[in-house]
DNA sequence: GCCGTTTTCGGCCCGACTGTTTTCAGTCG
């Protein structure tokens, strides 16, 4: 799919015409069309073939004929037009904080920087602080930026979701205390359970705004104030170098500052854009007609007044939630509370940390009715891998437990292992006598994945492919893998993917689940636990599910057991 | 550059903080 491929075109496109100081709302139809790309659920390639570019909203003729000349001949003249005459090393500058467009264009044209090297030149020899709306607090600040931005350089620009937990806790049980913080919520990308975060914005009701940023600012984490007013305040905190936006209103907007805070930003203008066109205006204090207050205390008032439904933060992304929500048609979202097993489980056997009926009272607690153990298989050594011997025993171990255990069913599984030449590292005999086969690669991420998960999925006895990308969010970038052919071959097999709910794999991610349910797959979410505390890890999962606009349907552990078994045997 | 059923021209979200200014630009959320 050359989809994410154009999309950054089309944002370096965006890019050079902002530091040639172009139209703004051109710059931002650029950037729309990248976002449109980057949230398709469908190969370009085929939407152009089928004629219908134009139907995707933020792609008109203009851009819809850039698509075509580069899917044709693989190049675009507009980007060679837009980027000729930037340096390249302007590009970076724009990912400096406290450095725009604006200002990188004065000093290009004023002084020759063209990048990050000279404008540190230029900062040391005083001449940048001469420019025309400089000075020397301005010029401190980008200098300051420019340490930030080499600091995190390298290290992850985003954090994974489930990284930020503990920070978060600190910071609202520290604002708690805080006896003028009438009400807390945390907001942004962190509320609308995306997979990772760029910071942690917190909303909070009080009337003393100044103290509550007073004491938010001083607290013993963090590490430094980027800046501090009477509604908000910035800081970076001392643990993992994440920054955390405090916003305070107060109690009759709390409903309206949720809904922006929360956003995202794209969804927020779209919704702006409605109110407008009612003739009302929306802001973080309310609807507003004609300056006066209508209302904002609660967030599903703000939706209402503006004729839709209340939105899960899941789906605040502008893929087409907000025109759902118009028409009342949001859909109903898979919940934590639906999921009746976890399928994807290591125990001691290979290389998790507990016994098997330590992990059954476990699934037992968290309300499970199935659990099902699936131990890597011999090939793969460095996780304990096991040999043939090793899983007929715990069959039998799994056979005796489901005799004493009464509130719970084992599932006697294997994440088989997909092997260089595409056969499966246990014989047919084995896995026949298995409850399910979950299928993966674990070796060879560059050699013909896509075509041995399709002859994995050709074997009777797999029903399951475990984290089908392969990505790591820490950074590895995954399987060579045709993704969309495996999908056909999982629907034409009834094969359940899977969301692999370890906070760094997240794999299938919101996109291609959202594609996979468009395919008719249905989905499964699984932990991967390999002590029983991650198997806590499946609220991650479900996060992933309800971004990909998933309901309980699509998703089989929220099948009962007898259901589940079925859909096991003949789904 | 995109968009529209009152419009094919003239809009395109709205506000806080900072630093520079004498009334506002730039950056960020
Ligand atoms: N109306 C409006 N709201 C914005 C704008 N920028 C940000 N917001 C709102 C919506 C965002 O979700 C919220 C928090 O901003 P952030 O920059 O932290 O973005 P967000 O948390 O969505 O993503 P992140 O993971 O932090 O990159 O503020 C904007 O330009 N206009
Ligand atoms: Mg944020
Ligand atoms: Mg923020
Ligand atoms: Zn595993």
């Known amino acids: 799919m050359k989809n994410i491929e154009i999309a950054k075109i089309f944002e370096r496109i965006a890019d050079a015409l902002e530091i040639k100081g172009e139209n703004k709302f051109k710059i931002i139809a650029y950037r729309n069309a990248a976002k449109a790309l980057s949230d398709l659920t469908e190969d370009i390639s085929e939407i152009y073939e089928k004629g219908k570019l134009l139907e995707i909203p933020g792609i008109g003729e203009g851009i819809a004929k850039k698509i075509e ?88 620009r985003r954090f994974p979701i489930g990284v930020v937990e503990k920070v978060v806790e600190y910071f609202v049980s520290e604002l708690k205390n805080n006896k003028f913080v009438e009400n807390i919520e945390v907001a942004g990308s962190y509320r609308r359970h995306c997979e990772t975060v760029g910071d942690i914005d917190i909303l909070v009701v009080g009337k003393e705004g100044g103290k509550i940023i007073e004491h938010f600012t001083s607290l013993p984490n963090v590490s430094k104030v980027l800046s501090k007013g009477d509604t908000k305040g910035s800081i970076i905190d001392n643990e993992l170098n994440i920054q955390i936006d405090l916003r305070v209103v107060d109690e009759k907007s709390f409903g309206s500052a949720l809904q922006y805070f929360t956003g995202s930003k794209a969804h927020n203008i779209k919704l702006r854009g409605i109110a407008k066109d009612l003739g009302y205006k929306l802001s973080e204090y309310g609807i507003f007609k004609e300056e006066e207050y209508i209302c904002g205390r609660d967030e599903i008032e703000v939706y209402e007044k503006l004729g839709l439904v209340f939105i899960p933060p899941e789906l605040r992304e502008d893929r087409g939630e907000i025109e759902l929500a118009l028409k009342g048609k949001i859909p109903s979202l898979v919940q934590l509370k639906d999921i009746k097993g976890d399928l994807h489980i290591h125990s001691n056997y290979s290389d998790g940390f507990d016994d098997i009926e330590t992990i059954a009272s476990y699934g037992i607690s968290l309300g499970y009715e199935y659990i099902g153990i699936a131990d890597h298989s011999m090939s793969v050594k460095y996780a304990g891998g096991l040999e043939e011997e090793r899983i007929l025993k715990q069959i ?63 074997n009777p006895y797999v029903k399951i492919i475990a984290h089908p990308t392969g990505r790591l969010l820490s950074g590895r970038e995954g399987y060579d893998v045709n ?9 034409e097999k009834n094969i359940f993917l899977e969301i692999n709910s370890y906070y760094d794999r997240l794999d299938l991610n919101e996109i291609n689940a959202k594609m996979a349910k468009e395919m008719g797959i249905k989905l499964i979410i ?18 992933i599910a309800r971004r990909a606009w998933l309901n309980k349907d699509d998703i089989v552990n929220t099948r009962n057991l007898k259901d589940f078994i079925n859909l096991l045997k003949n789904g």
């Open 396 to 458: 039998e171990e799994i056979e005796n437990l489901n005799k004493k255990l009464k509130n719970i069913k084992i599932l006697k599984g294997s994440e088989v292992d997909i092997l260089k030449d595409g056969s499966l590292d246990f014989k047919d005999e084995i896995l026949k006598k298995l409850d399910f086969v979950i299928a993966a690669i674990h070796q060879g991420f560059k050699k013909n994945v896509t075509e041995r998960m399709i002859d994995a999925m050709d």
């Open 483 to 491: 993704i969309e052919k495996v999908m056909e071959k999982a629907s």
């Open 69 to 156: 000349e580069y899917l044709k001949t693989g190049r675009m003249k507009k980007y060679e037009e837009a980027v000729s005459g930037i340096p390249e090393g302007l590009f970076e500058l724009l990912n400096i904080p406290n450095l725009g467009p604006k200002t990188i264009k004065l000093a290009y044209e004023s002084l020759k920087v063209e990048n990050l090297q000279q404008l540190l030149e230029v900062i040391n020899n005083g001449s940048l602080e001469k420019l025309p709306m400089m000075g020397k607090k301005k010029v401190e600040n980008i200098k300051e930026g420019i340490k930030e931005y080499l600091e995190k350089k390298g290290e992850k």
């Open 526 to 543: 699984n932990t991967d636990a390999h002590n029983i505390k991650m198997m806590n890890d499946i609220k991650y999962g479900v996060y």
